[in-house]
Structures are given as C-alpha cells and as structure tokens.
C-alpha cells in the first residue's frame, strides 16, 4: 500500500508556472506508474499526465501538452507536475495517482489516490 501527498498548489496568473510535488509513503514507489489528474468545479475528473515507473515513458492529455512536465525521482519517492503558461482552464484540484499494474490514462486504473491540491489561475 502506498499513501500520497500532493503539494505546490496556489495561485497564480495566466501565463504563469507551478510546480506539483507528490510524496509517496513506503518503499515500492517504483513499482507503480504515476499520474496527475484535476477535477474543476461541476466537472468530472480528468486525466493530465503519467509516467511509467522507471520515468521512461510519459504520456500527457491534449490540453497540457507542451506546457505541463511530468517527472519523477524514486530515491525521493516523489512525482512532480511543472506547470508553464498556465491559463484559467487550468484552475482545478490537482490529484497524484499511484497505478501498480500499469500507467493508465483513465482514473479506474489506479489504485491509491492523494487527497489534492487546489490550483487557481487567475485571468
């Protein structure tokens, strides 16, 4: 079992950047594939990028591509989210995902959740 901690949520102005961090307790961080998702308000949650368990591969929804990063460090038992050009459509509660079976892109593949971080961008 593995519990997550989202931090690095606030807010910021259009065209700015953060930087998600998400802290995994226990000592198999890498044997699961990460993802961020975000749910808006009166919105369903929503995929934002994955990252296989060794950081080869990563994967990224449409509307982030170019401008969010997903990275991990598994000797810090850590995933990030680096969020550039930022934009009011980003504003949501930013959620880490752990996935032991796989790295998925839809919120049933995964097995533990954080409890969020609130991401507002300001127009």
């Known amino acids: 079992q593995v519990q997550l901690a989202e931090s690095g949520g606030g807010l910021v102005q259009t065209g700015g950047s953060l930087r998600l961090s998400c802290a995994a307790s226990g000592r198999t961080f890498s044997r699961y594939g990460m993802g961020w998702f975000r749910q808006a308000p009166g919105k369903e949650r929503e995929f934002v990028a994955a990252?296989?368990?060794?950081?080869?591969?990563?994967y990224y929804s449409d509307s982030v591509k170019g401008r969010f990063t997903i990275s991990r460090d598994n000797a810090k038992n850590t995933v990030y989210l680096q969020m550039n050009s930022l934009k009011p459509e980003d504003t949501a509660v930013y959620y880490c995902?752990?996935?032991?079976?796989?790295?998925?892109?839809?919120?049933?593949?995964?097995?533990?959740w954080g409890q969020g971080t609130q991401v507002t961008v300001s127009s």
């Open positions: 990252i296989s368990r060794i950081g080869g591969s990563t």
């Open positions: 995902a752990a996935d032991l079976l796989r790295v998925g892109t839809a919120s049933p593949d995964y097995d533990y």
